[in-house]
Structure formats: C-alpha cells, structure tokens
C-alpha cells in the first residue's frame, strides 16, 4: 500500500482514538538504528524512538538474531512453565535494580505492570489509598487512567475511589507559586497535609515517576523524593517507583533514574525500553513485598520465551554498552545544543531533563509563561519536513520530548540539532 491507502485504512478501520502525529500521518515501513524510512521514501532521523521504547535502535543486529532463533526454537508457553529466558531477564534485573529489589513479574505493558505494582502494595500493606503526582501518567486501564493526572486522559467521569493527587513537582510552573529552594520544595512537604486531610491516614501506597515523561519530562528539585518518600513510609505506605519511561539508563551514568536521588523503592515498574520494542513490561519488589503476593494470578503473554529473550539480549547489549554512560555523554552533548537554542529562540521557556530525555517548554512570553501549544504544533511539522521526528507532551502539549536511541552517535546528535535548529527557525 501507499501511504495515501494506509492512512484512508487506518481512519475507516481504527478507533479514533488512535491519534497519530502530524496534519499527514507519516506511514513507517523500515528503520535501522536512529534511522526510519516512509512508505513514500523518505528517510528521517527518529529522536523520539517509539515513546522511549526503541533504547538500542531500530532493527539492531543482535535483537534481530535473537528473535530469529527464539522464534525458530519455542515462541510461547505462558507463564505456566518456567523457561530459561525468564530467570535470565528477572536475574538480569535484580543485577541492576537499586537497594533490595530482587523478584519480577512480567506482563506485557508499562498498564500492567503499575497495575501490578498497586495490586501488590496493597496486598502487602492490606491498605488501599494511593497516593500519586498532578502531571503524572500511569496508563489505560480503569485504574491507570485514575492514577494518571491528565485531564485529556481520563476520559470518563467515574474513577476508581481512594486515589489522591499530590502536586507535582513541577518548578517551573510552581504550583505554590514559589521559587526553589526558598520553596522549602513545599510540593514534598504538602503530601503529609494531603495524607492527613484526604486518606483515612493509612495510605498504601505512593506511585510516581523519578521524571515526569508525558507530563512534559519534568525533573523534580533534587532533595524531593528524599522528603516525600520519608513522608509516606511515615504513615505504612511504600514506594513504587516508575521507571517505564527513565530506565535502563536513560537518564545518563544510572541505570535507573531514582538512583539519581538516593532512595530505593520497595516497588519498581518497566517498560518500553526493557526490550527494545518487544511488549514487555516488568514489575519488580523486594523479597520482602513480593512475597505476600500468594494465591493465583497469571500473565498470558507476560513472560512468554520470545519476549524474554528479546529483554535478556536487550539488557545483555546495554550492559556491554555502557548505556548509562552513553546517555551522559550524548545527553549533555545534546543539552549544549539545546541551551544554545534557547538563547536564540524567545518562546522557549524552559530546557530541562536528564541524559538522553531531553525537553523544550515552548511559551507565548517567557514571563507570563502562557503555554504555546499551536506554536509547539507547527515546530513537529517544521522538524518533520527537516526529516526529524521528535515527541510531543504536557499538560498544555506545549513540550518537545526529545529521546532518541541509547546508541546514538555524536554526529547524529549534532545532526538531529541542526535540523532542529532549523525548524525552530521556521516558526520563530
């Protein structure tokens, strides 16, 4: 098919929620490494890598020769059986994992995985109140769209009960209208009064992300989960930590990005880039947590031998790389970039992120800061027509999310930022 068939097909036969990007959705038929081509021939240099998912690339050699031999060896049993790939890839997490983390369960979306997450801690600590972030996402389920603190994604007006929203701790739009660090990171603090005031006192638990990916890569002040996390674990509850968009190094020099704030959750959830494209999601907890959750449940694909032996290669390639160091050395080099451009360019509010998840927050006045949402839509289009295909986030959709691959090069970083450089100069 051409693209003009695929895109009538997708419009007539998918839900419309299924929202693609751009005015004329780009039809993807091939990609290697940072590198995708359309249905049309057109080539792009993709900084954005299937949401954080794509961490080695696309089709990268030996991800392609492991899938190959899997599927010609045994493609799927459930996790009814034990097979060799799934201790290999829950071994390969307890390794990396910070603190006490040791046993997994493997699902098949970063949905299932939290889902899993709030199941257990509440099992563990027989409470049910969650407490979880403004800004924050968490998914599609009943119970992620209920955690999630997006407007447009809850997308109907009964939720689930006993979910509380603390304030994200999002500096450059203060909820409190302070400034850090004469804020006292009053965002922190006030999740005590949240506690005190909304919970029966008793919470089970506190979800949340080390960055903030869809809520526009909001990185919190560095002392914030030192302080919330005490706070919960004040009154029984544990922490889950989300790791679905900031792991396996993406944030540069850890592998996982709460390790950047020095504490170690009882709860941590992956996905995306844990296989590198594959569905695979993975819920981890300490031996303490994950053995109180007995009694029968089961995940039909999660865990399956193909999905596993994509995850055991992918992490085997990202320990023989060095991600994390990559992602430093990439990220700050793709952050000079960036800085420079918002020297140059008036409607960028803020650069912010870690490593290789980088943001630009584009507002109308750097002084009301209003959001600049139709202006953020016009910088994708310019980017695209630069062959460059960047992410899209916030509350307002006024924030680029740039992410490319774990492996990309130097010169494609300063590739990616020339033409991004002139795309912002075309909407200036």
Sequence with gaps: ?????????????????????????????????????????????????????????????????????????????STLYPTENIVRAAEHLANITPGKLKKSFFTASGTEADETAILLAKIFTGSDEIIALRHGYSGRSLTALSVTGHSAWRLIPTQVAGIKHAMSPYCYRCPFGLEYPSCGVRCATDIENLIQTTTNGHPAAFIAEPIQGVGGFIVPPPEYFEVAVAIIRKYGAVFICDEVQTGFGRTGDKWCGIEHWGVEPEIMTFAKGIANGMPVAATIATDEVANKFTGLSISTFGGNPLSMAVTDETLTVMQRENVPKRAAERGAQLRGHLDGFKEKYPFIGEVRGMGLMQALELVEDRKTKEPAPKRTNKLMEAAKKQGLLLGKGGLYGNVIRIAPSLLVSASEIDDGARRLDKALAEVA
């Design 1 to 77: 098919m051409d693209s003009a068939t695929v895109r009538a097909k997708h419009k007539e036969f998918l839900f419309p929620c299924v929202a693609n990007y751009y005015e004329e959705p780009i039809v993807l038929t091939s990609g290697q490494g940072c590198c995708v081509r359309d249905a049309d021939g057109r080539d792009y240099l993709d900084f954005f890598g299937g949401i954080l998912t794509l961490s080695l690339g696309h089709c990268h050699p030996d991800i392609v020769a492991r899938v190959h031999d899997q599927v010609a060896q045994l493609e799927h049993t």
